[in-house]
């Protein structure tokens, strides 16, 4: 079936460390790629999406790459902020499947001052 | 442009007894899905609702728990009688077109805790 694996948090940095955030999925065919973030008290937002291998997601100086060789989606970003501390959930959606989302466990990441 | 609200954003109630959550979609969104976090794992798909229609509810957990969406507006997700598996956060997700590729957009989400 299809699944989403992440790497397990919590990750603790200090400010202006690089991220790398883990993701592998399995699933049949070309599912679309999404990285959703959840700040404090706040509802899940899209953070970067990816539909098809090789397409480079970005937003807010996140990145991530559709790796179709290595089913890889992992998060990076050069330079963290304080503000950056939330949870990072990594998902799939088959787009013939109704829009459904299949997410990771989440990946909760911590930026100290 | 409001966002998708939840409706409580927290219940504590007891095991056995009925809780009923709320969902409005942003407006014109003709889908509609609710996701579960359980204990911190990853978050589950429970249904989708395209208007008022269930598109696909594989990930109702059981009988319990019944989904509504009358008149395509609003959804209601009851949970009756709750059991103490049942915790967790509830969230809820609209997106606008009838082919579910849109993005989703999710609201804040309910913590529900059965005690």
């Known amino acids: 079936g299809n699944s989403v694996t992440q790497m397990e948090g919590p990750v603790t940095l200090s400010e202006e460390a690089f991220l790398t955030i883990n993701c592998t999925y399995t699933?049949?065919?070309?599912?679309?790629l999404f990285w959703y973030v959840q700040y404090p008290g706040e509802g899940l937002q899209l953070l970067l999406k990816a539909t098809k291998a090789d397409d480079k997601g970005s937003n807010k100086g996140f990145e991530a790459t559709y790796r179709k060789e290595t089913t890889s989606f992992h998060l990076e970003k050069g330079s963290v902020q304080v503000s950056d501390s939330a949870v990072y959930f990594c998902?799939?959606?088959?787009?013939?499947?109704?829009?459904?989302?299949?997410f990771g466990q989440g990946t909760e990441l911590s930026v100290k001052p | 442009e409001a966002g998708v609200t939840q409706f409580p954003s927290h219940s504590v109630i007891e095991k056995g007894q009925t809780v009923t959550l709320r969902c409005d979609p942003i407006s014109g969104h003709d889908n509609l899905y609710w996701y579960r976090r359980v204990m911190g794992k990853e978050i589950k798909f429970l249904l989708h609702?395209?208007?008022?229609?269930?598109?696909?509810e594989s990930g109702m957990p059981n009988n319990r728990f019944l989904a509504e969406r009358t008149g395509g507006t609003y959804s209601t997700l009851k949970v009756q009688p709750a059991e103490l598996e049942d915790s967790g956060v509830y969230f809820c997700a609209s997106s606008r077109s009838g082919t579910g590729t849109d993005t989703q957009y999710f609201g804040p989400g309910t913590r529900l805790t059965v005690l």
């Open positions: 699933a049949t065919g070309y599912p679309s």
């Open positions: 998902a799939l959606r088959r787009d013939n499947q109704g829009g459904k989302l299949i």
């Open positions: 609702f395209v208007k008022e229609s269930k598109q696909d």
